[in-house]
């Protein structure tokens, strides 16, 4: 799918699905460190991982969180065919990555199947806004095949859910699932389940949704199987409510150093830095971001022309 159809699914449907968007080169040198951040499958089912119990008893257990561990990986979540992606949907060149985090997941370690639900409780201390100066995209980029015995995430096309409130969040795919006392899950909603899409993909699909858009995470029933995975979240710079992280927090972690050292001015924008020709780059900035980035290439901030 080339970007102006996924912009046409995105603004119709709200979520577009790109099979295979990131081709093999690109997703390579990322899936080569992911041993260094996770158990693979096998040290997984077979316990020879130390690390396998950290996994367990919790769906989001295998959240790991920017800057990661694996550089390669830091540097696909601002892959350039990423944002190209992102300024396509949001119709904007100066976005911020608000949010980005490697999941792991591994057969019976977790339930992972969830009630159709809208992420926004926790990527905007607002709502969800279907003016298009004011969407927020998240993606789940495929590291690897997510088969449907993997878990790939279901949507609902948003033409069959525009007429739901801000309220409920969540709902069950029954009656059974309510619960009277949480204003944010609704009744049961097994028509809506009916109307789900499977965003399963082989390595490299991204799938690109809005805040608005009901989805949710389904099982996975291949035995021994593990699937990994990355979300994401962009949006405009000047939409200051779409928030999950604060960079400057993690910004004195030795993975931060190495991955900006290696990144681009373009991909650090993404985090706030100043683009070239800013009137913060002065001989006083840029001596002190020598010393504090002494690998990063800062040409690009020094010239002046």
Known sequence: MD????SHEWNRHGFAVLPGYLPEDVLTPAVAELASMFPSAHGFHDGSDPRRDRFVGDEFAGIDSFPFTGTEVALLAVHDLLID???ELLGSNDLRLYTAEAWAKYTGAADYDQHLHRDYLNHTVLVPSSAPAFKQV???VFLDDVPEELGP????SRTHT???DATPNWFPDGESGRDPAARFRGPGRPDLYEREISAAGPAGTVVAFELGTFHRGTGMARPGGARFSMHLGYRRADNEWGQRYGWALRSHEPAWYRFVERATPRQLQLFGFPPPGHAFWTDETLGGMALRYPELDLSPWLDRS
Do not use: G, K, Y
Request: net charge negative; proline share 6%.
């Open 153 to 156: 995430p279901h949507l609902v």
């Open 85 to 87: 992606l992102a300024e």
């Open 162 to 164: 525009s007429d739901i």
């Open 138 to 140: 998240e993606m789940f």
């Open 3 to 6: 970007l102006s159809n996924a």
